[in-house]
């Protein structure tokens, strides 16, 4: 199961707190003139302890992008666009979604600017997204300018894969490093039911011409929903025995207007039970810092998320 986590901003007020309880001393114990009956010598001593230890716990990262937990969050992601050219019935109803006039949308500027705001605070991955964020006409652009001139070390996308072969070259010259590719089924008439549009060569193809570019892995995020696609599970696994993927399976979550109901739940459990049926040797991946998702490696054939 994956999940996206959000900070909050309330750390540094916790931490300052927390930290002068270690030092016995409050600023709000001491007026502006320095009446306080405590010698300015332990002043000046307990305030610099507190100084020393916020900049250990905190500098040079931001108080903004650090958690109750003391949890860094350095992955931001950026939605470039509502619009999507497919119309996922777990995603979108088919009528389509009231869209944010575009005067009122991020410009290419914007989205560089906002970037770098959060670099300078200690972001070092930006993922763009949607929508379908392979629709924005000026993503080459911004894809160019984000690693030019924000700072960001890592700059991914999470696409549908229906314009990957028509964008994708130009995409890594400016500087994608990642790419995730939603595809929830291997079979093309399920495709067309899922999404209501044809295209499942496109993906395809799309993932293809990632893997010939050298995006390693090239990622792929499935959407896992009982009597539809729970029989693909080890279909999906076993593309990663001779393809470098990386398959992440999601379980099948509420949405307004995506009809969602509890009968199509395929959980985590069940994923890695099908799973487990047919390797059993299947072994659990160490988890990196603030991971969302259970890794899994299956020796000599290749690696799952859930």
């Not at 405590?38 to 931001?62: G, H, N, Q, T």
């Not at 009528?95 to 991020?106: A, F, H, I, Q, S």
Request: overall charge positive; aromatic content about 8%.
């Amino acid at each position: 199961m994956t999940m996206l986590l959000q900070s909050k901003c309330r750390a540094d007020f916790r931490l300052t707190n927390w930290l002068q309880s270690l030092t016995g001393v409050s600023r709000k114990r001491f007026n502006s003139d320095g009446t306080t009956g405590i010698a300015p010598a332990a002043v000046r001593s307990s305030e610099k302890r507190l100084s020393d230890l916020r900049a250990d716990f905190i500098k040079p990262f931001s108080q903004f992008l650090t958690d109750n937990f003391y949890r860094k969050h350095t992955y931001l992601r950026i939605s470039l666009t509502e619009k999507c050219n497919l119309r996922c019935r777990y995603c979108m109803p088919e009528e389509g979604v009231t869209l944010t006039r575009n005067d009122l949308l991020l410009t290419k500027d914007e989205v560089v600017k906002l970037a770098k705001l959060f670099v300078d605070q200690g972001v070092d991955k930006i993922r763009l997204t949607g929508g379908e964020p392979l629709i924005r006409s000026d993503v080459v652009d911004i894809v160019q300018r984000l690693k030019q001139e924000s700072g960001v070390k890592t700059i991914g996308i999470t696409t549908n894969g229906i314009l990957l072969v028509r964008k994708l070259e130009a995409l890594r010259r400016a500087g994608l490093d990642q790419l995730n590719v939603s595809l929830d089924t291997l079979v093309p008439p399920k495709f067309e039911f899922i999404s209501r549009q044809r295209g499942w060569d496109k993906v395809m193809n799309g993932i293809e011409l990632a893997l010939r570019l050298g995006f390693d892995p090239v990622k792929i995020n499935c959407v896992v929903m009982k009597g539809f696609n729970d029989d693909e599970i080890c279909d999906f696994v076993a593309l990663t025995e001779k393809k470098n993927l990386d398959v992440r399976f999601i379980e099948y979550m509420p949405f307004d207007g995506n009809k969602w109901n509890r009968d199509k739940i395929f959980s985590y459990r069940d994923m890695l039970k099908s799973v487990e049926e047919r390797w059993p040797q299947i072994v659990r991946i160490a988890d990196k810092q603030n991971d969302t998702s259970k890794g899994y490696k299956i020796p000599e054939i290749g690696r799952a998320h859930v």
